[in-house]
């Protein structure tokens, strides 16, 4: 993957006067990033490669997951986005078939 992002201010964010934050049990604060505050990855199920557990009632329970919050994982979290399209094209397309 192109690491550009390392150079652009775009691919860090932080908001120290959040209630919850950090959100996570961290040891650097300082890079505490706050970008994927709801990780988009969430909807990627078992394929999103973070730390998770599903819960007896099925539910995805993130909250042992620090990897979106980690400056560093600005790239491993772009880089499933191709994942995410591919989940939003074929519910597209199965929409478009329903109306034909």
């Known amino acids: 993957m192109n ?10 964010f932080q908001h120290r006067e959040c209630e919850s934050f950090p959100c996570h049990k961290t040891e650097d604060e300082d890079n ?4 994927f505050c ?3 990855l969430y909807t990627l199920g078992e394929n999103c ?3 998770f557990e599903y819960t007896k009632s099925g539910i ?3 909250a042992s997951c620090s990897i979106p919050h980690i400056r560093e994982n600005f ?8 994942l995410l399209k591919k989940l939003a094209e074929r519910k597209v397309k199965d929409e478009n078939e ?3």
């Open 38 to 40: 709801y990780c988009p």
């Open 3 to 12: 690491e550009e992002w390392r150079e652009k201010k775009h691919s860090f």
């Open 49 to 51: 490669g973070g730390n």
């Open 32 to 35: 505490f990033n706050c970008l």
């Open 75 to 82: 790239g491993r979290i772009i880089e499933k986005y191709p």
């Open 60 to 62: 995805k329970n993130c």
């Open 98 to 100: 329903e109306n034909n």
